[in-house]
């Protein structure tokens, strides 16, 4: 039986609740990351100690590699190895047709659905008020240089469909006054695949006042 | 409007489906992790990139660093930044009991209950053929030997409630003859906190026949 009066409690005189500093230090980095807890962080950490050692030296390797020699594209914004990314240096795109996008996730998204050939520019966010972002602090003004110095005949505006999206739209459409091109916005409305009567009241509303002519 | 005969298939010329080999290499890497999928491994790169560079090269730091300084201990095989860990070398430890546990995610877990002062045997498994894991895969015969050098009044079996656990438990016991303290196990039975009618058949049953005295 244990004696209850003298119950040990481990954390007064242990060097660290997991052992070992070295351990400790590791589940404390990866904690954190956005979404991994202390639980997954051990977990993580207790995978790379079972496996081989040159995983985890790779792993540390990529991430201080990423980090220090990463750049922007001077361009467009995207994130790029080179001072000129692989899209804007690519002989290939069409110049024409510029899209602008908040994020970099974007612009991975909308290459791969492999429907759009022209070139991007990354804003850096949306417009919002509440979280203290103006349009200085987004790559808007160079956005606005590039219409000038490039020749574009169309942008197409793939913002957020919320009301930041909206706003920032909006400011961009009004600084464009002297671009001659088209402007044009990517479509809103139900998703691919899902039903009507689980769409929102606002989408739905949406998708029946921007309805298009019926195509075979 | 697109002409589709013209459309463009980006990943057969871009550099990286990420605009950035570096990008792509720390993704890669990432998602090798247990659990962290393709865009999960792409949150969290581009959450180190947003983030200051120190934060990334510290987390670099604590994975190689661990991977290669950490230990097993040499006498309870728990990891250890020493040749004996700190729980093995304390002398506020109970050198008469031994608590055997499969793994040493189980020895943080009895640690954070605070009810045990005594040490640990970590058999870095249980016996599974079907996982081909035998006894001799297991840190038991150098279980038996500290069974035989040290001085324990009680052997605490603490494997987990499985098949595999309960094999192994027999194995040991077995292998423990001419041992002369106590050998226990764990108490299996309902979760404190748990409804009877949540709990499972074999559990239940088993928390009825191993009913012990009631005490106020």
Redesign the interface.
């Known amino acids: 039986m ?1 004696d209850l009066n ?6 007064s ?11 400790e ?2 589940v ?3 904690s ?5 807890g202390k639980k ?1 962080a ?8 079972r496996e081989d ?1 040159t ?16 750049l922007l594209c001077e361009r467009c914004h ?4 080179t001072p000129v ?3 804007c240096s ?1 002989p ?3 110049e024409n047709s510029l899209c602008v996008v908040a994020d ?2 974007d ?2 998204a909308i ?2 659905t ?4 022209g070139l991007y520019h990354v804003l850096g966010g949306v417009i919002s008020p509440v979280e203290g972002i103006s349009p200085t602090d987004l790559h808007i003004d160079s956005l606005i240089r590039r219409t000038h110095e490039e020749h574009f005949n169309e942008i197409i505006l793939a913002l957020p469909a919320t009301i930041e999206g909206d706003t920032t739209n909006y400011y961009i459409f009004k600084q464009l006054h002297d671009f001659k091109g088209k402007v044009t916005t990517i479509s809103k409305g139900i998703a691919i695949g899902d039903a009507l009567e689980y769409a929102d009241e606002v989408t739905l509303s949406r998708s029946i006042l921007n309805r298009t002519a019926f195509q075979l």
């Not at 005189?13 to 351990?23: F, K, T």
């Not at 954190?32 to 991994?36: A, E, F, H, M, N």
């Not at 051990?42 to 100690?49: K, M, P, V």
């Not at 995207?78 to 190895?81: E, L, R, Y």
């Open positions: 244990l003298n119950v040990f409690l481990p954390k005189l242990s060097v660290s609740e997991y052992s070992s500093i070295l351990l230090n590791a404390n980095e990866l954190r990351l956005p979404g991994i997954t051990l977990r993580l950490a207790l995978h790379l100690l050692a995983r985890a030296d790779a792993l540390a390797h990529s991430l201080t590699q990423m980090r220090s020699r990463i995207n994130i790029s190895d990314c692989a899209i690519n290939r795109r069409d970099l996730r612009v991975l290459e791969r492999a429907t759009f050939n």
